[in-house]
């Protein structure tokens, strides 16, 4: 039923911005390289997630990309390295293929510091993640957390406006006053696209370059730390993460986007769903609120 928190099938596997991708002020990437742990020595196993703070680092292969991209590495907290140097080829594929489009003249969203903006946050911190498809792609928009969108931006994505009429009527919280959800990605909320670029204008330009790998890594990362965890699931490219949450309590549904929304979202109640999945699992509720307008 949609909204209705479920187990997943067991598996193997353990925030006004100009828009465009690039390069952080004051900061290339291999500067920011020398701000993060020192690199694995050769043969070195690399960290377990669920051994608090990693010793991993960016090798040079990744660094060099980012830099071609204009990815700002430097916002990724250190605990995700071990989930994406898992990912590494992925990685590496995904962020040349930025560096090809923005060297081509190329729009890409969002720009480069936001690029890996979900991951900012602790991998110990995390209580709810919630999948996106691949980030807006009108100019302007994209903020580097799905869903989400600046506070300047006027008028709503139609998708958000689905997403926070939903919220509203399941909570009984007042209505936002913007679209930016980022306080709730300062309570334990990942908000984390599929795929973390998209070429302005082009929707889902950039799928099947590599994004899917590292996301994928980051999910089973997360799967595999044995805390509290609620896994939202909204339209059948979230639902293809299933394989990588492994029991993690699941809350799906069709998308919010209006072409989906009636067919399953609107009315499903995910927000406390996810609390009551919370719940049952040892965990308090997580507050669902934004400024109000």
Known sequence: MPGTPSPGPPSAGPPSPSPGSSAPAGRSAREQLSLLPEPLAAGEALADPLDGPSTGSPPADVVSAAERAGVDLGVVDPGWWPALLAARPGLVRALGAVADDVAGGREVLPRGDRVLRALAQPVGAVRVLVVGQDPYPTPGHAVG????????????PPTLRNLLAERDADTGLPPAATGDLSPWAERGVLLLNRVLTVEAGRSAAHRGRGWEQVTDAVV???????????????GRDAQALRPALGGTAVVESAHPSPLSARRGFTGSRPFSAVDAALAAQGAGPVDWSLPAS
Do not use: D, E, I, K
Not at 146 to 153: A, E, I, K, L
Not at 220 to 234: C, D, Q, T
């Open 145 to 156: 957390l799905s869903f989400s969108v600046g506070p300047h931006v006027r008028p709503l």
């Open 220 to 234: 089973r990362a997360l799967a595999a730390r044995g805390l509290p965890l609620v896994a939202v699931l909204w």
